[in-house]
Each structure stands twice: as structure tokens, then as C-alpha cells.
């Protein structure tokens, strides 16, 4: 099979490369962008959790308040050790799981 490549046939590997993997490092870029949180709105997301669990405590029962922020505790904790065993230091890590858990407020805050 014949691979048609848009510089004609005498194409040249090492500029494809080079444009490979300037698209990767473009495309990663724009997935970073899209995927930043600032601490405030890990903040507002914990605030969220906070208030979702009291009311579900109020409205169900406590076992159901605890059950959501047993959840987010879990999550938190998994992220952390996650982040631990990429390499991240104390505070870097307990940063980036923080912003992992709650960051979803991002998505939630105009």
C-alpha cells in the first residue's frame, strides 16, 4: 500500500516528525488551557460540597450528608496519592489534588 503524503512523493521524514510533534505539543497546550483551575475556584467547588452535604444531612438523613463528603474525601485521597507518585512534592501535590477534586466549580462559576 502506497501512502499519499502532502509534500508529494519525496517526502521528508524529519519535517514530518518536527510537524508531529508541533501539533502534539499545540494540541496539549490547548488541552492545559481548557483544563486550568485557579485556587478560588477549587475554593467555591469546596464550598459547593460543603453545602450540598449539609443540606443532604438535613433533608435525608446524616448518613447521607456523610456518604457525599466521604465521596469527595475519597476522591481527594486518590488524587493525592496519585499526584505523590508523579513525582510531586508535599505541597505540590496536596495543591494539585485539591484543585482536582473541587475544580469542577471551573465549569459551575460564570
Known amino acids: 500500500m502506497e501512502q499519499r503524503w502532502p509534500e508529494g512523493a519525496s517526502a521528508d521524514p524529519v ?3 518536527d510537524r508531529y510533534h508541533a501539533d502534539l505539543r499545540a494540541s496539549r497546550k490547548a488541552v492545559s488551557e481548557l ?23 438535613i433533608t435525608w438523613s446524616p448518613k447521607a450528608g456523610a456518604v457525599v463528603a466521604g465521596g469527595f474525601a475519597a476522591l481527594f485521597c486518590v488524587a493525592l496519592v496519585v499526584a505523590l507518585f508523579r513525582g510531586r512534592r508535599r505541597g505540590r ?3 494539585a489534588a485539591y484543585k482536582f477534586t473541587f475544580g469542577w466549580a471551573n465549569w459551575i462559576s460564570p
Not at 460543603?50 to 443532604?56: L, M
Open 15 to 17: 519535517a514530518a516528525r
Open 35 to 57: 483544563l486550568r483551575v485557579e485556587m478560588p475556584i477549587a475554593h467555591i467547588g469546596l464550598a459547593i460540597v460543603v453545602i450540598a452535604s449539609g443540606i443532604a444531612s
Open 93 to 95: 501535590a496536596v495543591r
